[in-house]
């Protein structure tokens, strides 16, 4: 029986993962700060990854972790340190300590979000250009998978996510999106491939207008993408135009990340 432990299970991607990583001879082990309520095949765990002891007792008997959880967007220093760095430290260690073999980082396009376009796409294993402090607890993440396959074994695989939701809302995601099957499809093959070592991947779908990152990495795993956000291309440039070259948004993998909005700010 395969146990495999989701944290932040309770958010938008763990919701969406639950469905499409279900199969016969597998245990999904739900953990999230909010309560969850566990179906057929699942176990939920009500536990902060920050917390190394809680961590331990949720990694027993567990084949592969997917870290999820964390601030999902710009907060505070002290908050990312805490919940995004501290935390995914606790979860690899949390998975040394008990023996687990395999784990699957959710990191982000942000970790590299300051790439221009005239270096799309932009290759898996490129120098990091965090966007944010978000991005920067995303460059710790890939950084801590790399010690912990090194020094102890991990097989640790870091999904550089783009834009993941039930369909594009913007002109930029119809070259970023990551649709919820297609997300299941890179979780499973992440899950599924045979002794990957350390990797960095990037997590986005077949997309007509994309072309922003490698999926070379992806592909080398067994992910095969299917969807496209061209189907909803319609609807999206009807309702905010064709996209403008000009527009700052489109000029660097990060998108808004990297405009003076998320500028920390200088206390009075």
């Not at 396009?109 to 944010?132: K, L, M, Q, S």
């Not at 095969?224 to 527009?247: F, L, S």
Request: aromatic share 8%.
């Amino acid at each position: 029986m395969q146990i495999i432990l989701i944290t932040g299970a309770a958010g938008r991607i763990g919701t969406m993962l639950r469905t499409r990583l279900a199969q016969p001879g597998r245990t999904l082990r739900l953990l999230d700060t909010s309560a969850i309520t566990a179906g057929p095949g699942e176990e939920a765990v009500t536990a902060s990854v920050t917390d190394l002891d809680a961590m331990t007792q949720a990694c027993q008997n567990v084949t592969a972790v997917i870290h999820l959880a964390g601030i999902a967007s710009e907060a505070p220093w002290p908050q990312i340190r805490e919940v995004n760095i501290d935390g995914t430290y606790a979860v690899f260690e949390a998975a040394r300590r008990a023996g687990v073999g395999r784990v699957v980082y959710a990191s982000s396009n942000h970790a590299a979000g300051f790439r221009p376009r005239a270096d799309f796409p932009v290759p898996e294993y490129e120098f990091p250009a965090p966007d944010t402090y978000y991005g920067v607890s995303k460059v710790v993440g890939e950084a801590l998978a790399s010690l912990y396959h090194s020094r102890y074994g991990l097989d640790a695989i870091c999904v550089r996510i783009l834009t993941c939701g039930e369909r594009p809302h913007t002109v930029r995601a119809l070259s970023t999106w990551l649709s919820p099957d297609d997300a299941g499809r890179l979780f499973e093959a992440c899950l599924s491939v045979p002794s990957p070592g350390f990797r960095v991947i990037f997590g986005v779908s077949a997309n007509t207008r994309g072309g922003w990152v490698s999926l070379d990495e992806a592909r080398a795993l067994g992910y095969q993408p299917r969807d496209d956000a061209e189907a909803y291309a319609a609807g999206v440039i009807a309702a905010h135009g064709e996209p403008d070259p000009a527009d700052p948004v489109l000029a660097y993998l990060g998108g808004e990340f990297t405009l003076p909005g998320k500028d920390a700010e200088i206390p009075a």
